[in-house]
């Protein structure tokens, strides 16, 4: 993963994690990155896929918790 598309879901992570997901609004998010709302499309094909994307990264996080 490259940094960008990197920053994009720890920028998606925090905020679901403060905001739930009414937080998670592609110019809200692009705002925090610091890039344009087309940045974000040029990582992720699509808004979902940014979502699903998001999840796995959950994922792995709750696995490596549990794992502690």
């Known amino acids: ?3 960008l598309k990197k920053e994009w879901i720890l ?3 925090e905020t679901f994690t403060h905001e739930g997901p009414q937080g998670l609004k ?3 998010l692009a705002r925090r ?3 344009s709302k087309s940045s974000l499309y040029s ?3 699509d808004f979902g896929i940014f979502l699903g994307e998001l999840l796995d990264y959950h994922i792995h996080k709750s696995k490596v918790i549990a794992e502690k």
């Open 26 to 28: 592609v110019e809200s």
């Open 1 to 3: 993963m490259n940094d």
């Open 43 to 45: 990582h992720f094909a």
């Open 33 to 35: 990155v610091g890039k």
């Open 11 to 13: 920028q998606g992570y």
